[in-house]
Nanobody
Framework: QVQLVESGGGLVQAGGSLRLSCAAS????????MGWFRQAPGKEREFVAA????????YYADSVQGRFTISRDNAKNTVALQMNNLKPEDTAVYYC?????????????????WGQGTQVTVSS
């Protein structure tokens, strides 16, 4: 049974930082491109960042480029999202997702497995 469990969300002031983590189990982690998505209240889920299964290739949404960094540790089956200079518009539930042998993509339909999400709230 595949499980993706996000952690690290919380409440932070604008300009602050948070680090999200996603722990994967039940799959061969090194075979999966990992992505982060987010969904704000009343809005559709949107792509944030992705990292290729072998690492080394990353892809970011324009809205977070230069502020967020995605990384992975294939030995620990984890993927992280370092979020700096947070803005109120970054407030959302953040989800990690896994795409077997995938290229780095922002297309939700490409991802096979999803976590339950972690709430990030940025106050102004």
């Amino acid at each position: 049974q595949v499980q993706l469990v996000e952690s690290g969300g919380g409440l932070v002031q604008a300009g602050g930082s948070l680090r999200l983590s996603c722990a994967a189990s039940g799959l061969t982690f090194s075979q999966y491109t990992m992505g982060w998505f987010r969904q704000a209240p009343g809005k559709e889920r949107e792509f944030v960042a992705a990292i290729r299964w072998a690492g080394g290739i990353t892809y970011y949404a324009d809205s977070v480029q230069g502020r967020f960094t995605i990384s992975r540790d294939n030995a620990k089956n984890t993927v992280a999202l370092q979020m700096n200079n947070l803005k109120p518009e970054d407030t959302a539930v953040y989800y990690c997702a896994a795409d077997r042998w995938g290229t780095v993509t922002g297309t939700m339909a490409d991802y096979d497995y999803w976590g339950q999400g972690t709430q990030v709230t940025v106050s102004s």
